[in-house]
């Protein structure tokens, strides 16, 4: 059963950030809202969870797994942002885009896509995440909270935690989420790819 944490939105109680943080380092599987819906996060090197994500979610092997980071400075640790992609990623974050990019050493390989050897990353624009990220002091391994069959993640806590309150470690609620995924760009060839319109506006990247 899901621990159930009902966090304000604008001062999120540090106390429940803190046992929030200690559940993820103990290998737990949290369900927490973003500017752009619920997502599913980890501890960065947690293998166990990545694989719960993927039979949650049905994904496959050429699923990007997204990098959730708390500032550009962050980022920058585990992509490379060329100088021609800087000032168009730059611009655009903290917000509602997940950015596909090549990948540093610092990104364990399992989380590489295949092939490619590129990872998304974000920065989101919500104060809950980003106090959760300052606490925990690494980026989470994160994915959009989209079911199998769904088109839309899920934004209600309470609902998450009806339906899958056996499958979670925690479930995090602050009144508030996004209620579209993320617009996804890939700029890992240097020309920016919009792969997914969603709650950013993709008209920068067109």
């Known amino acids: 059963m899901a621990r159930y944490f009902d966090l304000h939105p604008v001062n999120p109680q540090a106390r429940s950030i803190r046992q929030v943080v200690e559940i993820l380092r103990a290998g737990g599987l949290i369900a927490y809202p973003t500017d752009s819906g619920y997502a599913l996060g ?63 050493k610092e990104v364990p390989r399992r989380l590489l896509q295949p092939k490619r050897k590129t990872v998304g990353v974000r920065i989101p624009d919500h104060t809950v995440v980003q106090a959760l990220l300052e606490e925990l002091g690494e980026p989470l391994l994160s994915s959009t909270l989209l079911l199998p069959g769904e088109s839309e993640p899920l934004t209600e806590g309470w609902q998450i935690k009806e339906e899958l309150d056996h499958a979670l470690d925690a479930i995090l609620d602050s009144g508030e989420s996004g209620s579209m995924p993320t617009t996804v760009v890939d700029l890992s060839e240097g020309d920016a790819e919009v792969v997914r319109i969603g709650a950013g506006d993709p008209a920068p990247f067109q």
């Open 42 to 104: 980890a501890a960065l090197g947690n293998q166990e969870a990545k694989d719960r994500i993927v039979a949650l979610r049905q994904l496959d092997h050429r699923h990007h797994f997204t990098l959730v980071c708390r500032n550009f400075a962050q980022l920058g640790q585990f992509v490379h942002v060329e100088n021609a992609v800087f000032r168009a990623v730059k611009a655009a974050t903290p917000g509602q885009y997940t950015f596909i990019l090549p990948a540093t």
